[in-house]
Every structure is written in C-alpha cells, then in structure tokens.
RNA sequence: GCCGAUAUAGCUCAGCGGUUAGAGCGAACGACUCAUAAUCGUUAGGUCGGUGGUUCGAUUCCACCUAUCGGCACCA
C-alpha cells in the first residue's frame, strides 16, 4: 500500500500572474488529488514553488529599471494569494530564490558531475556586442533561409516552420534592439543524457505504464525515439543559481532555469521538513524503496522534463524515487480561441476571485477540465453548470433535505425497516462510491465528478418518489426513515465532492452537525530569503480524519441551521463577461 | 515539411468490433410544491467529417482525403 503520496505541481514561472489555464492544467488537479489522498487517509506532501530565474525575468526587470528580486516579489506574492483563496493546500509554496534551493541545486549538480554525468563542451551562441550578452535563440531574428521571410526566429521560422540555428539567418539581428548578432564560442556544462538513456529506457520499460495518460507517453517516446544528446546546462546570464566549484571561465554564467526548476520538487520537500522541525521528514516520499508514489501534475508542454529530463537527474543522483505518474494537462482554450497572454486574450486569476466564490471555478475547470484533450471555458457554460449543475442539482438537494429534517424532526431523525426502494438507492450510492473512489485514484477528476453529480440527480429522483413532505402528515416513521436515508445520501456525497469544493463540503460538514474538519485550508507564512528580506510561502495544517467512506451519520444528530451553499449566478453575467474580455 | 491529436444530436462533450449510438444544457409537454421558480417524468433531435478497405458485422480497426488544433528540442 503506497501511504506517501508526493504530489509535486508545476513551478509556475514568476514573469506573470496566474490565469484560468495555470489553474486548470496543474494546481487544481493536484489540489483536488491530494485532498482526495488525505481524506483516505494518506499521507501527503504536496509542494511546488514560484521559478525565480531565467532570461525573462532579466530582461522584464531591466525594462522596468528595478532588480529582478522586484520583479519575483511581485509575482511569488500574486501566486501566493491566488493559491490561497482557491484553497490550493500545498504543504509547501516557496520559491528557487532560496539558500535551501541553492544548496540542493548545487548538490545535485556537483554529484550528477562525480559520477560523469556533467561534461563540459564549446559551444557556438549567439551575442549581442550592443547589449554585451548572449541571447537565447528565440531573441534572435533573421530571413529564413528556406522560405526567406525577413521576421524568423532563431529557433523556428513562423512561416516555413522549418529551422533549427540562429546561425542559419540571413542577417540576424537581436528583437530586444534590434541590433546584429554574431556568433561568439562559449563554453558550457552539459548533461550527458545519451549516457543516461540506457537506465531511463530501463525504468520506462520496468513496469506496465498503460495509467499514464496516452499523451504523456506519446511525448515521451517521441523524444526516445529520436535519441537523446547532452543538453547545456549553464548559461551566459547573471541571474540564477551560481555553477559550483568557482570553475575558471564560469563566474559570469549561471545554472540554467530548467535545470534548476525541475529540482524545486526536491528541495522544497527538503525545505518542508526543516520547517516541520524534522529534517529527515522527505525521506518517506522520496525513498524509493518505501511505500511512496510520486504524482507530477503539469501541462502538455512539460511532459519531457519530467518523464525525461528529470527523471534522468534523478538516476543520475541515485537512491531517489521517480515519478510514478505524470498526469498532464492539454490546454484550455478561452472561448474558443487559444489563451494568449500577449494579446491579452486570458483570464487572470486576481480578477476572476475578486468576482466569484473559488469553488464555482473550481467546480468549472473540473467539469470541463483539459484531461483527454484541449477544452474550453465559456463564461456561457459557466453560468449554466453553476446554475443548473452546482445550485439546482447538488445545493438544492442538501438545502432540501436539511430543511425537512430541521422542520420535521429537529435533527437526524430514527429511521424504522428499510423498503426495496431505500435499499436500493444505499446500494447505487454504495456502488457509485466505488466508482468515484476508482476515477480519484486513477486522476480522472472530470469523470469523478460527472459520477458524483449523477448520484445527486438519482437521489433527486428518490425524494420525488418517496415525497416525504407529504409522507410526513400521514406516517411519521416512514417519512423519518426517508429523511434519514436522504442525510446519508447527502453526508456520502459531500464527501465525494469534497476534494473539489472543499469550501461549500466544509459548510455543509457542519450543518450536519460534524465538528471536525473534512477541508481544511491552507495558510501563509513567512520566511526570510537570501537577502534577508521576508518572503510569504504556502503552507497549511491538513491533518484530518480519514472519511473517505460511507456517512456514519446516526439518529439523534442535532443538525446545524440550513444554508444555501452556492448563489444562482444571474444570467447577465455570460454578456457582461464577455463583453469586459472583449474590451481589453 | 515531419510527428501527433481531434472531427458523434442546436450547444458542450461521453462512448465503442456486434442488440433500437448516450449524458448534460437548450426545446416542447406534463407532474409536484419539501427546496435557492429548485425538482421529477415524457417527447423531439444524429445516414457518429468524406472515400475506400479488413470483417459474418464498423460510428468503433486500417489507408487515403478534407478541416481544425498541437509539438518539432536547448524555449521557460
């Protein structure tokens, strides 16, 4: 039995802030997951961090004349209150500009290079003697020498698709200014992929992979197929992780972003455990020879780095656990043409949660979450699910219910022989619940949710039949057992919907009359950073009881006050939305 | 160009080598009134993108075509 479940999301990049497609592709799922874990009763450790480094965020903050620290204070702390009020519950929210971070960077680094996994080669990169740096490839523009279209980027031409080096343009010139290019040698560290794809193919090949997801392992043996060759691991910039060893030659080049950021998953569980005063704590998710199973929740355009890349590092360093699954995302597309941060044709976060409850968006990008293939947000769709879906079908149902009981019987009533047709819908309940359980387990949170909200409906249909609202005047017993078994229905599900709306399952927790817990929510923190200044993280207490099971509700629970648990949204809200993301 | 994905009811999508192809929403009609004018029932609606092939049998497998989308590596 796996009882350590590392859920490990995608570091989002701290150039920008969240939108709707960050939400859907990696932290929601992963939320959903690891409440769905720790309401089994497992042990979870949920991390992931603001990646810190990296040309973009050099460049964002020359543009700005402010330091790039300015610039991922910004950000870290726009993902921070954005994680919070969704209820994202990471054990651990930090960031790579971190001394924790630094140190485990340069661990791994230093170890993959003892035991030749790191080599160092010349290689030719592109200079701007203007702006006296080096330029990723895709700050690099030229005519194509294939389709000769005067605007190609240097790593792909946008008209011919064709193109692979900078060096192949016709007068490259650099976007930032616009300024020529040349062609200037620079040494570099290398990871020596091809020397670690014989253990990588044995551990994709070690076990039956048929649960990752077809695209995931389409990406990956895509790449496998092609070969894999060292990859630079360094980079001519001033901001990131130094190289270690004061090696000559390397003072002014730094670890590349993505070198580092995929060892955030590692050293923010190492980070976790100091925090937690127990700094041996990681072991059990990282283990690999403990009952642990590492989740990797990301979007599409990750895949190779943590089915690859990361996994290489990870037997390169040796005595560590490999993912055991990676569930990626497809993208989410905004009515439907495809986000574009650029163009501005997104849904940032900030503004949707200061407009709507967090678990309408969850519930949302569930229902029509990007799992098998791209999906869609539709401010439309979202009006309707919420209405007829998450107020009509499940809001009505528990309001319902809980107000007869109030009524009627002041509480959670005692019920007399159970008829056929109770039975019958404990046992659809029961089946259904094993069912839900199954699409949990396997991160098919779309159909979980689809299920549950089917249960909902069936037990609709059992209070139309059995009416006891009318029962109720003429045979009080008959009308107690229905009542009775209704609560339990609906203390069942909201178990089951929990993981996806934790805010409105935690109210109705209450109202029927629990104390404890069964969603709890995360909280922020403070630490310092290397420069000594405060940084927020993420963090939170989860420890709950294991409820993932049948209502054990009994007769005599007093019930709390019934609410509604969501508002109807009004119809004008599908135009006016529509209408604000059209006038940017 | 290469590789891959997708094309199913008005809309959003499930599904699958085999009886009359499903759900939700939307539409029409009816029931009910405990509940947030919520709920429940009934009905209408599809030659499952096109062509050809494999098969006793294809929406489901294969090939080609068309359309849409994505990836093509040193980009995070």
Redesign the pocket.
């Known amino acids: 039995m796996s009882e350590h479940i590392l859920v490990s999301v995608a570091w989002p ?1 701290a ?1 920008g802030p969240f939108h709707v497609g960050h939400m859907a592709g990696a932290y929601l799922p992963a939320d959903i997951f690891a409440r769905y874990q720790r309401l089994r009763g497992r042990q979870v450790l949920m991390v992931s961090g603001s ?1 810190c ?5 050099t460049l964002a903050a020359e543009k700005e004349g402010v330091t790039p620290q300015t610039i991922i204070n910004r950000y870290h702390q726009s993902f921070i209150e954005t994680l919070h009020a969704m209820g994202i519950t990471f054990d651990l929210f930090t960031q790579t500009y971190t001394t924790n971070h630094y140190a485990a960077t340069t661990d791994i680094f230093e170890t993959l290079q003892s035991k030749g996994y790191i080599y160092r080669e010349i290689a030719i990169g592109s200079y701007s003697e203007s702006l006296q740096r080096f ?5 690099v523009e030229g005519t194509c020498p294939n389709c000769n279209y005067a605007k190609a980027r ?3 031409c946008d008209k ?7 060096k192949e343009l016709g007068s490259p010139r650099s976007t930032l200014d616009g300024a020529p290019v040349i062609f200037r040698d620079t040494e570099h560290f290398f990871l020596d992929l091809a020397k670690l794809e014989p253990a990588l193919r044995e551990w994709l090949e070690s076990t039956d992979r048929d649960y990752w997801r ?2 995931t392992m ?2 990956t043996q ?2 496998l197929r ?7 691991i360094t ?1 001519d910039l001033e901001w990131g992780v130094p190289v270690p060893g004061a090696v000559e030659g390397f003072a002014d080049k730094r670890i ?3 070198f580092d ?1 995929v060892i955030g998953y590692y050293s923010a569980s190492l980070e976790w455990a100091k925090r937690t005063g127990q700094p041996d704590a990681w072991r059990k998710w990282w283990d690999p020879a403990g009952a642990q199973r590492g989740y990797y929740f990301i979007g ?3 895949i ?2 943590h089915t690859i890349i990361w996994p290489a590092m990870l037997l390169g360093y040796g005595d560590r656990a490999l993912p055991y699954d990676v569930p990626a995302n497809e ?1 989410l597309n905004l009515e ?1 043409q ?1 986000m574009s941060t650029s163009q501005n044709w997104a849904l940032w976060m900030p503004d949707i949660m200061s407009r709507y409850e967090p678990d309408l968006v969850r519930y949302y990008l569930t229902a ?1 979450a990007p ?6 947000w ?1 401010w ?2 979202f009006v ?2 919420t ?3 998450l ?3 499940w ?7 809980l ?2 009981a109030q ?1 009627n019987f002041g509480g959670v009533p005692t019920p007399s022989d159970l008829t056929a047709a109770d039975t019958t819908l404990l046992n659809t309940i029961e089946v259904g619940f094993a069912r839900v359980t199954e699409l949990y387990e396997a991160v098919k949170l779309r ?1 979980a949710l ?1 299920e549950t909200m ?1 249960l ?2 069936t037990a ?2 059992y ?3 059995q ?4 029962v109720v005047k003429v045979d009080r017993d008959r009308a107690a057992t229905v009542i009775f078994v209704a609560l339990k229905i609906i203390d069942t599900l909201n178990r089951l919907f929990s993981p996806i709306m934790p805010h409105a399952s935690q109210k109705l927790h209450q109202m029927l009359g629990y104390d404890d817990m069964i969603a709890p929510q995360p909280q922020v923190e403070y630490e310092l950073d290397p420069d000594g200044a405060q940084r927020p993280v993420l963090t939170g207490q989860y420890a709950i009881a294991a409820r993932w099971q049948m209502s054990e509700l009994v007769p005599g629970v007093s019930l709390r006050d019934p609410a ?5 949204l009004d119809d004008s809200v599908a135009a006016d939305e529509l209408a604000r993301l059209q006038a940017k």
């Open positions: 990049y150039n990646d480094h990296g040309t973009p965020i330029l990723p490839d895709r700050f240097g790593d792909q011919c698709g064709q193109l692979r080096d900078p077809s695209n389409q990406f895509n790449w092609e070969g894999l060759h060292g990859r630079a980079r590349y972003v993505w950021a599409k355009d990750n190779p780095f993208f439907g495809k029509a799992e098998g293939r791209d999906s869609n539709s439309a769709e309707q699910r209405n007829s879906e107020v009509a079908t809001g009505n149902l528990a309001n319902r219910v107000t007869i009524r159909s689809q089917a909902a409906q609709n249909q209070l139309s039949e009416e006891p609202w009318k509604p648990l969501f508002r109807k």
